[in-house]
């Protein structure tokens, strides 16, 4: 029975990807090398300018973008990926609201300028908030929201003379408004007596601190004119067969053939197809499982693509290499299933945070951020609250670490943020995220929101869209938003796959009492199961601790307390796990940057891991868990304990 519901399910996925494509413009394929594709990364240091005018507006009357903004005043060198909040000694720096200036100038090939069968594009990784492009004084794009990416065809305007260089600038705005995501407002503060004239404060309904500035690469990427714009694939198994299903976007010409082949991780060609739509078939195919759930987790197939076009300069060939993983995704009313097997997330929630650097992406934080995740034994994370840079995902597929890829669909309480704007604007974002991360067979869930305000009336009707779409865009996988609200009052959850829950029990209120954590805890999954019979995640829970404070018995901010209070929810995730709970996702993974308040002593200290990753003691007591419910895992039960060998102290 309930095989036959996840079959269903997949074939129904893979049937209906061919709408949901319909709906998306373009692709935003990752920007890989190939023969017939390079690609030079603009990261370093940029000059950089904020403009601290009343009006903010002054970089625009003086249309800084004309010049090299050394000429129109003084800059600052700022790297990039940073956020430009805590690299600084100026304090108005820090908490700068409005329009700041970046700008580099980048050396070109000679064969970039000069071969117009070369196409030029300039990819920007994530600028926070909203970001204007200029390349040589030129406007090129204009993107709103970070945490994805967009991207500038500047072919035309850097072959269009002897150029050996260009000049970009990117105008970045982190004011957030009601129709933002996340959303925000402004408050204007007119009482002279207490604030200078024009006097203003961001205020915002999320709980971290608002980074912004250019967070990942920005880098200039080419392609033949005709090229290889999106690829997707879906994946299925019929038996032991592996079903590889893709469609191909060209342009540039109508005139094209296109070959795949599906290499294994030897290098094997295990099948191949041509067109720009088919199923490869992969008999004895080894399926993408999750880390320790199998011996050889996050098997990756490489899908090669080939186009060769027609042009009038004659025949091209553009390249492109995907890594696929063969895996199906389903839920029934209990259970959320991964290869048609039970799978129980133990893991995390994370920020992209660190010192200094702020949300800038960094390549040692996520290398050791990974192999603390492998030594906690946590097989999945929640991309809590935004999308994550596209080397995370990549990661994830690679070490078998399972993906809620959450939208920044945070702090959704105002009523005007339920509006006809917001919603197109979270439709247009949940578009944006699905183009980019369809492809990671690590992602086996969308979250939309988190702790939006659901009880509200409009949520309904938001909700439904919202998910109705996101399903539309990608019929393949589940769809949820993660909620704080009471299971009468919700209005949304009717249309989420599985629910995932939020509860402090003992922290924000019964501060102190651990004692009344069991009985809340199961209240709060038999009222939301009664209701709904759908499988329940706890997709938050946790306690504030500042490292090296003790206390025992244990008192609130404690080690003690933070370890006390989570075996308490432990003992109630031990049952109901055996019901409909299929996962449980600890906050925090790290502690991360707030905005300053008084509960909040430089940040939230709800991490296992202090920000500069080492662990606190309820670290140790979630490793011990962590390792235990993997060896639980019946299904590979043998293949789990060879892979633990040496990795765990824990038998088995
Ligand atoms: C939550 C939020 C998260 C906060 C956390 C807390 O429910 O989803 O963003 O940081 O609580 O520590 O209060």
Request: charged share 20%.
């Amino acid at each position: 029975m309930l095989r036959g519901l996840a079959g269903t399910w997949a074939v129904l996925g893979a049937l209906l990807w061919g709408c949901g494509l319909a709906l998306l413009q373009g692709g935003m394929l990752y920007p890989r090398e190939s023969r017939s594709r390079e690609r030079k990364e603009l990261d370093g240091l940029w000059r950089f300018r904020a403009d601290f005018s009343q009006n903010r507006r002054q970089g625009f009357e003086q249309q800084w973008y004309r010049t090299p903004l050394r000429e129109s005043g003084p800059s600052l060198d700022m790297p990039v990926p940073s956020s430009f909040n805590d690299v600084g000694q100026d304090g108005r720096l820090r908490s700068f609201v409005g329009w700041v200036w970046y700008e580099r100038e980048a050396t070109l090939p000679q064969r970039w300028t000069e071969d117009l069968g070369t196409r030029v594009v300039l990819r920007i990784g994530s600028a926070h908030y909203y970001a204007i492009v200029w390349v040589n004084g030129v406007h090129v794009a204009e993107h709103e929201g970070g945490h994805l990416p967009f991207e500038a065809d500047i072919s035309k305007l850097v072959q269009s003379g002897p150029l050996s260089s260009c000049r970009i600038t990117i105008a970045i705005n982190n004011t957030l408004s009601p129709n933002t995501l996340p959303p925000g407002t402004i408050l204007y503060k007119t009482d002279t007596s207490k604030y200078p004239k024009g006097y203003f404060v961001q205020n915002t309904n999320f709980d971290f601190f608002n980074y912004a500035g250019l967070h990942r690469t920005v880098l200039l990427y080419t392609t033949p004119t005709t090229y290889l714009d999106d690829i997707t694939v879906t994946t299925d198994v019929d038996q032991d067969t592996g079903l590889v299903n893709y469609q191909i976007v060209v342009q540039g010409s109508e005139h094209f053939q296109l070959e795949v082949c599906l290499l294994d991780e030897e290098g094997m060609v295990v099948a191949k197809g041509t067109g720009g739509r088919g199923q490869l078939q992969v008999p004895s195919a080894h399926l993408w499982w999750p880390y320790l759930m199998h011996e050889h987790p996050a098997y990756l197939y490489s899908l090669e693509v080939k186009l060769t076009a027609q042009t009038a300069a004659g025949f091209v060939s553009d390249f492109y290499t995907l890594p696929v993983g063969i895996r199906t995704v389903a839920v029934t009313q209990s259970q959320f299933l991964i290869n048609g097997k039970p799978f129980y997330f133990h893991g995390v929630n994370k920020h992209e945070d660190a010192d200094i650097r702020g949300k800038g992406f960094d390549w040692p934080l996520l290398v050791k951020d990974f192999n603390l995740l492998r030594w906690l034994g946590a097989n999945a994370f929640r991309t809590s609250h935004y999308p994550y840079a596209e080397e995370v995902m990549q990661l994830c597929d690679r070490y078998g670490i399972v993906v809620i890829d959450e939208s920044p669909g945070v702090g959704i309480v105002l009523a005007q943020s339920y509006s006809n704007v917001s919603l197109q604007h979270h439709l247009e974002v949940m578009e944006e995220m699905v183009r980019r991360d369809k492809n990671h067979p690590s992602v086996v869930m969308w979250s939309v929101a988190n702790e939006p305000a659901s009880f509200l009336k409009p949520a309904g009707y938001y909700f439904k869209t919202l998910i109705a779409h996101t399903k539309a865009l990608d019929p393949s996988r589940p769809v949820t938003f993660v909620t704080n609200s009471n299971y009468e009052a919700d209005l949304g959850v009717p249309y989420v796959d599985v629910i995932c829950v939020n509860s402090y029990y003992s922290w924000y209120h019964d501060y102190g009492h651990m004692e009344v954590i069991q009985l809340q805890l199961a209240t709060q999954f038999e009222s939301w199961y009664k209701t709904y019979q759908k499988p329940i995640i706890q997709s938050e829970y946790g306690a504030e601790t500042i490292t090296g404070f003790h206390e025992d018995p244990p008192l609130m901010f404690s080690e003690e307390y933070q370890k006390g209070l989570l075996e308490q929810y432990h003992v109630v995730l031990d049952q109901k796990r055996k019901e409909y709970v299929v996962g449980e996702l600890i906050w925090n993974f790290a502690d991360f940057m707030t905005d300053q308040s008084p509960q909040r002593p430089i940040g939230n200290r709800k991490g296992i891991f202090t920000r500069q990753r080492q662990p606190k003691s309820a670290a140790f007591l979630l490793r011990e868990r962590y390792w235990k419910l993997a060896n639980e895992t019946k299904c590979h039960r043998s293949a789990v304990k060879s892979q633990c060998v040496g990795n765990s102290p824990f038998t088995f």
